[in-house]
Structures are given as C-alpha cells and as structure tokens.
T-cell receptor, first 110, second 116 residues
Framework: ELKVEQNPLFLSMQEGKNYTIYCNYS?????LYWYRQDPGKSLESLFV?????AVKQEGRLMASLDTKARLSTLHITAAVHDLSATYFC??????????FGDGTTLTVKP | EAGVAQSPRYKIIEKRQSVAFWCNPI?????LYWYQQILGQGPKLLIQ????????DSQLPKDRFSAERLKGVDSTLKIQPAKLEDSAVYLC??????????????FGPGTRLTVT
C-alpha cells in the first residue's frame, strides 16, 4: 500500500523567510502533484511533476521531484501572507489513482 | 471554461438516512473522480470513472456507497444508509483523458456532509 508522508504538518513562518515542505512516498512513482487548499475551499493544482529531476516554479513556490529518493520538495521563497494555506502532495501510481498526504498547513505571519 | 460543478454544497442528514451528490465535470474530460476528505486529512479516492466505466473503486465502501456515471458525463454518488463517520467533504474532480500523461485533476467546490 502506498504511503505518502508530508512534513511538517504545521508550519508558522515570518514574512520574508524561506522554508521547505517535504513529501516522502513509499512506492516507486514518477508522477507527483502539489495542490493548494484555502480554508473551506476546494483544491487548486499548483504543480505536476512527471519525471526524475523535474523542477517547476511559479512565483515564490518551487517544486522538485527525486524519484530515486522518493522525495518531493516544495520550497517557499520570501514568504508572503497570501501563501497561507494547506498544501498537499499527491502521488500517482496508476493512471490517475492518486494517494494524498495529510497536508501541511502554512501560516505566514507579518 | 466552466469548472467542475457540484451540488448540493452543504447537506445535513441524520444517521441511517440516504443522501446523493451530483457532479458535472469539465466539458470534454473523460475521467471523473470522487474523493472523501475528512477534516484534517488529505482527500481519499473513492471511485474513478473513465467515460462511463469504472477504473478503480477499491476504496469505495460498497455496502453503503454507490456511484454511477451515465452517458459518460455527469455522475452521482449515493450513501445509503449514512453513518456518523461519513461526515466529510465529498470532492469531485475530472481530468482531460486517460491517455493524457499528466492526469492533472481539476476539483469542484465539494459537498460538505454532516451526519447527526
């Protein structure tokens, strides 16, 4: 059974600081997704990572995938309040069948 | 382009009652997913359709949950009878096509179910 672990589960950081969220998974996969969820809202796709070494960047967020280590990271650069949300990684082992981590709730304080 | 539509947005029922949720995916998306998201957890896949056929329903509690996707477009998810532990947000998502290598999923707003 595929297990997806995120850490930390809760993260409080100051505006302007950098930090990294980690997503580890237990079974070989070369397809990983990052989503954002605001309180009471649905999930918004942030990044789709399809191969070993894949790196995607959008604004202050950068995601990478190391399939050999079964690890993805979501790096936050110079955090701003608008990035406060819960971030989920999801690993796909078969044709869209995704297993999600439990999420990292990020709070950015002024 | 219209997104994934779901209704109702909120539902409160008593245990042992039945409930149904509706989802209309993005036009042209062949694959449709139903997820259950319990508070504080990530979404859990319940069932995946490709057009009107079931691709995966291994985590669907079939003794009480059922789902259908007639004509390969919109879908309904039913719970009968509901239990307290079914209280959750039910999310519907769709992706372009099974052979789209990304399988990028687009989520609807969800239905928040409270079972009392």
């Amino acid at each position: 059974e595929l297990k997806v672990e995120q850490n930390p589960l809760f993260l409080s950081m100051q505006e302007g600081k950098n930090y990294t969220i980690y997503c580890n998974y237990s079974t070989t996969s070369d397809r990983l997704y990052w989503y954002r969820q605001d309180p009471g809202k649905s999930l918004e796709s942030l990044f789709v990572l399809l191969s070993n070494g894949a790196v995607k960047q959008e604004g202050r967020l950068m995601a990478s995938l190391d399939t050999k280590a079964r690890l993805s990271t979501l790096h936050i650069t110079a955090a701003v309040h608008d990035l406060s949300a819960t971030y989920f990684c999801a690993v796909d082992i078969l044709a869209g069948k995704s297993t999600f981590g439990d999420g990292t709730t990020l709070t950015v304080k002024p | 382009e219209a997104g994934v539509a779901q209704s109702p947005r909120y539902k409160i029922i008593e245990k042992r009652q039945s409930v149904a949720f509706w989802c209309n995916p993005i036009s042209g998306h062949a694959t449709l997913y139903w997820y259950q998201q319990i508070l504080g957890q990530g979404p859990k896949l319940l069932i995946q359709f490709q057009n009107n056929g079931v691709v995966d329903d291994s985590q669907l509690p079939k003794d009480r949950f059922s789902a259908e996707r007639l004509k390969g477009v919109d879908s309904t998810l039913k719970i009968q009878p509901a239990k307290l532990e079914d209280s959750a947000v039910y999310l519907c998502a769709s992706s372009l096509d099974r052979w789209d290598a990304t399988y990028e999923q687009y989520f609807g707003p969800g239905t928040r179910l409270t079972v009392t």
